[in-house]
């Protein structure tokens, strides 16, 4: 049976204020309703090996939000992270952090992580999806342009790593991934399906 029908009954709970997750949710054909924005602490141990981060940041905001889930609702959470040269690259907080990270990213390969955190009243399950990107070397005019158009316009502080994948700057910047193009976007939507299918079944 096909997962949309099998999720027929439950109510699937999106927390997360991406557009890029709902709208990956909504073409993968799967109904979901958006839970309200709640406050979540995102803060993580800084022994933490980095790999780890987005995995338990997404069961930090599932366990953050504040309803009480009932016997059908399926709470979905998620983060994502950019590890570039073994360190984390969050949001950008302005023009010039966005710009500080987009410069580290150029002529180098980096890694994103998404973790996905599903829960019911009474389990939980956490997974983890890695993809590589390689990112060409960007020229002097390349880099104002994106200060002067791509900041203004896409307006990527909402981005780890200041970038969206389908957006301006990843059309012409990116020279390769290894792994799942819709991880780096933000939801490992292919992985999610199977998950989630596995989940219902227990």
Same mark, same amino acid.
């Given at each position: 049976?096909?997962?949309?029908?099998?999720?027929?009954?439950?109510?699937?709970?999106?927390?997360?204020?991406?557009?890029?997750?709902?709208?990956?949710?909504?073409?993968?054909?799967?109904?979901?309703?958006?839970?309200?924005?709640?406050?979540?602490?995102?803060?993580?141990?800084?022994?933490?090996?980095?790999?780890?981060?987005?995995?338990?940041?997404?069961?930090?905001?599932?366990?953050?939000?504040?309803?009480?889930?009932?016997?059908?609702?399926?709470?979905?959470?998620?983060?994502?992270?950019?590890?570039?040269?073994?360190?984390?690259?969050?949001?950008? &907080?302005? @023009?010039?952090?966005?710009?500080?990270?987009? %410069? $580290?990213? +150029?002529? !180098?390969?980096? *890694?994103?992580?998404?973790?996905?955190?599903?829960?019911? &009243?009474? @389990?939980?399950?956490?997974?983890?999806?890695? %993809? $590589?990107? +390689?990112? !060409?070397?960007? *020229?002097?005019?390349?880099?104002?342009?994106?200060?002067?158009?791509?900041?203004?316009?896409?307006?990527?502080?909402?981005?780890?790593?200041?970038?969206?994948?389908?957006?301006?700057?990843?059309?012409?910047?990116?020279?390769?991934?290894?792994?799942?193009?819709?991880?780096?976007?933000?939801?490992?939507?292919?992985?999610?399906?199977?998950?989630?299918?596995?989940?219902?079944?227990?």
């Amino acid at each position: 049976m096909l997962l949309h029908k099998k999720l027929e009954g439950y109510n699937l709970i999106l927390a997360s204020a991406s557009p890029r997750r709902r709208q990956l949710l909504a073409d993968c054909g799967i109904e979901f309703t958006l839970a309200e924005k709640f406050e979540c602490d995102e803060s993580f141990p800084q022994t933490m090996p980095c790999s780890q981060v987005a995995e338990y940041i997404s069961t930090l905001k599932s366990n953050a939000y504040p309803n009480p889930l009932g016997t059908k609702d399926i709470l979905l959470t998620a983060d994502t992270v950019v590890i570039a040269e073994g360190k984390i690259l969050g949001k950008p &907080a302005d @023009r010039e952090q966005a710009v500080e990270m987009l %410069s $580290n990213l +150029s002529g !180098r390969k980096h *890694t994103v992580i998404t973790g996905v955190t599903i829960r019911t &009243a009474t @389990r939980s399950h956490s997974f983890s999806v890695a %993809s $590589n990107v +390689s990112f !060409r070397a960007l *020229t002097t005019e390349e880099i104002d342009y994106y200060i002067d158009y791509y900041i203004d316009n896409y307006r990527p502080f909402d981005k780890a790593g200041a970038y969206g994948i389908q957006e301006w700057i990843g059309y012409v910047a990116i020279e390769g991934i290894e792994g799942s193009f819709f991880n780096v976007m933000g939801l490992p939507i292919q992985r999610l399906y199977v998950e989630l299918d596995a989940f219902i079944e227990v």
